[in-house]
């Protein structure tokens, strides 16, 4: 079956812990990219990769981190969480390009 | 920061009635327009993609896109209670990053 992965899938942990948060895809999609979802403000995108080479920044990557070391994983590095990085995270791919995009199921992170 | 309204909802149509959805773009480079559906609780699902002007149809659903307005809508026709969810306007830029609207949520009375 063709889909993205996530995990954890929710996760409670304090300020200053570092944590990852797995992404992975079996659709051999070149394009991976982390968003934050936060009520009223919708979507907001975190990193992008448009390939193994190719990683840079979203709209709001202050505080993360991301490592695209194979194709098929795309993990999501906070190195030192904070409770305004509380939210909905989506892991996304496509093809190519950012065009059509399959989303992972989502990880519910907070921070305290 | 590319911005990316959409009308705020939320939307409350009888079952069988059209739902129109709009949505306006600030980037007027913008190419690529994609409207996603998304459950509460669930992650957002890809139901239409436009790239030029015009209409385009698929199944109930139409998307519009007007790049001389900035502007892009989706209609739903036939409204059924399982197209209730919110729906997201995303925009690509010209450096491949994607910008959603706040969504727009859709419910569609039986």
């Known amino acids: 079956e063709a889909q993205v992965t996530q995990n954890p899938r929710y996760l409670i942990t304090v300020t200053g812990k570092k944590l990852t948060v797995t992404c992975s895809q079996n659709m051999n999609h070149e394009y991976m990219s982390w968003y934050r979802q936060d009520p009223g403000l ?7 990769s448009m390939n193994v080479e ?4 979203g709209d709001v990557p202050e505080g993360y981190k991301v490592s695209r070391k194979e194709k098929r994983n795309f ?3 906070l190195e030192s969480p904070s409770p305004n990085q509380t939210s909905l995270y989506f892991c996304a791919s496509s093809l190519q390009g950012v065009g059509e995009q399959y989303f992972g199921p989502g990880t519910r992170l907070t921070v305290t | 920061q590319k911005e990316v309204e959409q009308n705020s909802g939320p939307l409350s149509v009888p079952e069988g009635a059209i739902a129109s959805l709009n949505c306006t773009y600030s980037d007027r480079v913008s190419q690529s327009f994609f409207w996603y559906r998304q459950y ?6 890809l139901i239409m993609s436009i790239y ?3 209409d385009k149809e698929d199944g109930r659903f139409t998307a519009q896109l007007n790049k001389a307005s900035q502007y892009v ?9 399982s197209d209730s969810a919110t729906y997201l306007c995303a925009v690509k830029d010209r450096d491949y990053k ?8 859709v419910t569609v009375r039986a």
């Open chain 1, 42 to 48: 919708g979507l907001r995108q975190i990193y992008y």
């Open chain 1, 54 to 57: 190719v990683t840079d920044k």
């Open chain 1, 75 to 77: 993990p999501l590095i």
């Open chain 2, 40 to 45: 509460s609780g669930k992650s957002p699902e």
């Open chain 2, 52 to 54: 030029s002007n015009g």
């Open chain 2, 73 to 81: 809508s989706l209609l739903i026709r036939d409204s059924q209670p």
């Open chain 2, 98 to 105: 994607l910008s959603f609207g706040a969504g727009t949520t």
